[in-house]
C-alpha cells in the first residue's frame, strides 16, 4: 500500500467495548489504603462493606463472600437442600445458577421463561413443582425483577424456599422495595462486569438470623463466629471447627473497591437508565427491532439491555447482524445460551433442545448492547446510529 493510499483510508472507528469497568482514581486510594494497612484479607473493611450493604438494601444481614455462585451455594446450604432434592431454576441464565444445585447433590431443573421480560415464567414453575421440589432460584434477567408475588405464592403453597439469584440486579425494585429484601435470601454478584464491581465478589443477604449465622460460618470453613478476628489485636488463637466448611470469604481489598462504589450504585444506575431511554426511544421505531419491555411495578438496575430482532423482517440472522456490528466497532454479546443447550446439561439431565421453547426462540433473537455508566454521549449516539443503519441494510 502506498503512502497516499494510506492516508486516503478512512479511519477506523474507535471501537466501543461491551463493557467498561466503571473504577476511578477513589476506588484507587481507597485500595491503596487497604493495602497500606497491612490487613489484606477479611476485616474491618469488610464488616464496614456488610454494614454498608445491608443498610443500602435494608435488611438485617449482609453477608459478603468470594462471588455470587459461592452466595448462591451458601444460601441452598442454609436452608437444608441435600441429595435427591430438585430446585428449580430458569434455562436462561448463566451456568452458576443452576451448577450450585449440584454442589449439594441436588437436580437442577429448568423452566421456560416469559417471552416479554425473559424471566422465569410462574405458570411454567407450577408445572414443573413434584414432591422432590426443595427450592426455587430466580434470576431477575438483566436487572428486571421477576414476578416476585407469583413465585412467593406458589413457595409458600408448596413449602418451597426462595434464594434469589440477583447477579444482575443491584439497584433494583420490586412493588417499591429493593430486591435483595424480598425473599428468604438474596445473591448478588460484584464480577467485573456486573453494575457494581470488586473484580470478583458477591454478597448473600436476609433477615433470618439463623440463616446468616450459618452461611457466617460456612464461607470461612465451618469455624465460629469471627473467626477472622484470630489474627487481630482482640482475636484469641483458639477456634472450633463447627462444620465443613467452605473458602467463600471475601478480601479487604475487596470490599475497600465495594464500599467505594456502593456509594456510586444509585448514581450509577441512573446512568444507565438514561442509556436505556435513549436506545429504546430510538430503536421503538424501527420495525426489525423490539426494545426491552419495561413493567411499570418494578424497576431495573439496567445490568443488561437486550434488544431483540424480529427476524422475520431481517435477510440475516442474529450471529451476522452482531457481525455486522462488530465490523462497525460496537462490542456486544448475548445472554444466554439456554442451560438445556448446553452439553452437560443434556447429559447429566437428559434435556433436549425443544424442550424449552420460548427460551430457545428468544435466545436466537437476542442481542445486549453496551450500557455502563462511562458512556460517553458520542459512544451511545453512536450505538444508536451504527444499530440503525444495519437494520436498515439488513431489514427484509
Ligand atoms: C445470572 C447470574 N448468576 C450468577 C452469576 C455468577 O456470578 P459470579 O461470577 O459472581 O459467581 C452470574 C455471572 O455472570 C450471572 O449472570
Known sequence: MSHHEEIAAAPADPQIPFHRASVGEEEVQMVSQVIRSGWLTMGPKTIEFETEFARYIGVKHAIAVSSCTAALHLGLEAVGVTPGDEVLVPTTTFTATAEVVTYLGAKPVLVDV???????????????????????????????PCEVSRIRELADEH?????????????ATYHGVNVGSLSELTAFSFYATKTLTTGEGGMITTDNSDYAERMRIMRLHGIGRDAWKRYSATGSWYYEVLAAGFKYNMTDIQAALGLVQLGKCSAMRNQRCKIATLYTSAFKRIEVLQPPATLSDRESSWH????????????????????????????????????????????????????FPIAEKEYERCVSLPIYPGMTQEEIQRVIAVVSDVSEEYGA
Open 304 to 355: 443488561l439491555y437486550v434488544l431483540r430482532l424480529h427476524r422475520d423482517r431481517l435477510k440475516v440472522s442474529r450471529d451476522d447482524f452482531i457481525a455486522a456490528l462488530k465490523q462497525r466497532g460496537i462490542g456486544t454479546s448475548v445472554h444466554f445460551i439456554p442451560l438445556h443447550l448446553h452439553p452437560y446439561y443434556q447429559k447429566a439431565f437428559g434435556y433436549h433442545r425443544g424442550d
Open 159 to 171: 413449602g418451597l424456599h426462595v434464594i434469589e439469584d440477583a447477579a444482575h440486579s443491584l439497584p
Open 114 to 144: 416469559e417471552e416479554n421480560t425473559l424471566n422465569l415464567d410462574p405458570g411454567d414453575i407450577a408445572r414443573r413443582i413434584t414432591a422432590r421440589t426443595k427450592a426455587i432460584i430466580p434470576v431477575h434477567f438483566a436487572g428486571q
